[in-house]
């Protein structure tokens, strides 16, 4: 309405444009006392010092400047328009608007398409109702004896004149404004109102232009409904599908909390890149990949001293995954096909007695790894894997792992050395310290085999690809090798 009364409100809208500072000043005093997620644990903080700090750092300041009542510091401080101007900070509330409709998309309680229809009207509303106020401002700028030269006070519908338009009832006022807007914006003006003055051509130009822009949006939204194609959709059609499947099997209440957290987790972060980068070729990739992940794969303790080659290997066959706090990765005593490198979060190994009671064995933070003793020594795993923060981990499958291992054989020795070397420092390695000197044995048997196998039939381009990898040509094999 500020902008139809530009230079102070009347009486009969003074107390409604209080009513909503109070609403307003309300909701203020409410956002003290809302919980939110944190961005970066993807925790509920319900700490009210956090809540506070949050929302004094954020919106606060726009908001209580939106509530003041600029009406009465304008007429106090002699109808300033510089102070006027002010009112364009309530503008912020719009974020408000926007963030309601966004909850209700997402909500799959309610129906989709009723939820975008009503977005979509407010928003052709809130810009006529916008257009309507300013349509009247125009008008009200001109003195009393010159309201002929404007688009109201030279209107005449049959036999009614708006001559003297300031004594009309205000709503009336208001409902030929808004007619004016909206015929105006359909660009289906009958001619009965129009434009008087240049001020009212010039602003007609302009929101002539942008209803094009406007109806280009309606047109687009409405399309994308009946398409089925918004990112948002999607998700709602999948979490439902989730929801039917989950109450079919009837799967418990943590277990549906967790698989509802997860797909929310992957429409909010949108960190799913398999689907942009298909189209890139394979080698491109494979830098991308280098370029993002390798710091967090060489830094890793288990290969210390390997080879930039064998660190680029693992690399470009990495996929990064996001889980949510409470998430159980591995459990234990499962076998275990996939490894684990941790780029961000928090995790827990945790060790399960037989009574069902739960040890902590060590915490999992960037630059570690978990699922390798598991995989090396082909043992079940030995602790369970549980997240404690939001974490992004890259995950890389056994198959693909021990395929690079054959490939280059010295740096699986390193690795399984270092594996070793760390068991002092490492309790959990310590305790299997025998199932891996036993699989270092193993390898080195099995390698021998190959050197006097490529030996005995003349290959030597196998025997010096062998030897390059780190095989001793002068071990013989005990009965100690022999399977």
């Not at 929801?243 to 209440?253: T, W």
Request: proline share 3%.
């Amino acid at each position: 309405m500020e902008f139809g009364f530009f230079r102070g409100l009347p009486k009969n809208l003074f107390f409604l444009d209080i009513a909503g500072q109070v609403a307003f000043l309300l909701d203020i005093i409410l956002q003290f006392f809302v919980t939110y997620r944190d961005s970066h644990s993807y925790k509920m903080v319900y700490n009210r010092n956090l809540i506070a700090l949050r929302y004094l750092k954020s919106h606060f300041f726009p908001d209580l400047l939106g509530c003041m009542p600029w009406d009465i510091i304008f007429k106090a401080v002699g109808g300033k328009e510089e102070v006027r101007y002010l009112l364009w900070i309530r503008l912020t509330r719009v974020r408000k608007v926007t963030a309601f409709f966004q909850r209700m998309e997402k909500d799959i309680r309610i129906n989709y398409l009723f939820t975008r229809i009503v977005k979509l009207i407010t928003v052709e509303l809130y810009c006529t109702h916008t257009a309507a106020c300013i349509f009247y401002y125009l008008a009200t700028t001109l003195p009393e004896e010159k309201e002929g030269y404007t688009w109201i006070g030279s209107l005449q519908l049959g036999d009614y004149s708006y001559a003297h338009f300031r004594e009309i009832d205000i709503w009336k006022r208001y409902t030929t404004s808004l007619y004016f807007a909206i015929v105006t914006m359909a660009t289906v003006g009958y001619g009965d109102i129009h434009a008087v003055n240049l001020r009212e051509m010039i602003f007609i130009m302009i929101y002539v232009s942008f209803d094009m822009i406007l109806g280009a949006y309606l047109i687009g939204n409405m399309t994308a409904l009946i398409v089925k194609g918004s990112k948002t959709e999607r998700y709602r059609d999948k979490m439902t599908d989730l929801i039917k499947y989950m109450n079919r099997n009837r799967l418990g209440k943590n277990l549906r909390n967790q698989i509802k957290g997860h797909l929310r987790l992957q429409y909010e972060s949108s960190y799913t890149d398999a689907s942009v980068l298909q189209d890139i070729p394979i080698s491109i990739r494979a830098k991308i990949s280098q370029t993002l992940y390798k710091s967090y794969v060489e830094n890793v303790p288990l290969f210390k001293g390997c080879s930039s080659e064998f660190i680029n290997q693992i690399v470009t066959r990495v996929h990064e995954e996001f889980f949510l706090p409470g998430e159980v990765i591995m459990e234990q005593g499962n076998v275990v096909d996939q490894l684990y490198f941790v780029c961000h979060g928090v995790l827990e190994e945790v060790g399960i007695g037989a009574d069902g009671s739960e040890d902590t064995v060590s915490p999992l933070e960037p630059n570690s790894l978990f699922g390798e003793i598991s995989i090396l020594c082909n043992i079940p795993q030995p602790y369970t894997v549980r997240v404690c923060e939001l974490c992004r981990l890259l995950r890389i499958d056994k198959q693909s792992f021990s395929n690079i291992l054959e490939i280059y054989f010295h740096d699986g020795r390193k690795v399984l050395t270092n594996l070793l070397e760390g068991k002092e420092s490492n309790l959990r390695v310590k305790q299997l310290e025998s199932d891996i000197t036993f699989h270092i044995g193993k390898q080195e048997a099995e390698l021998a085999l190959r050197v006097n196998s490529a030996a005995y039939y003349g290959d030597l381009y196998q025997l010096k690809s062998l030897i390059r990898s780190g095989a001793d040509p002068t071990r013989r094999i005990t009965m100690e090798d022999q399977p």
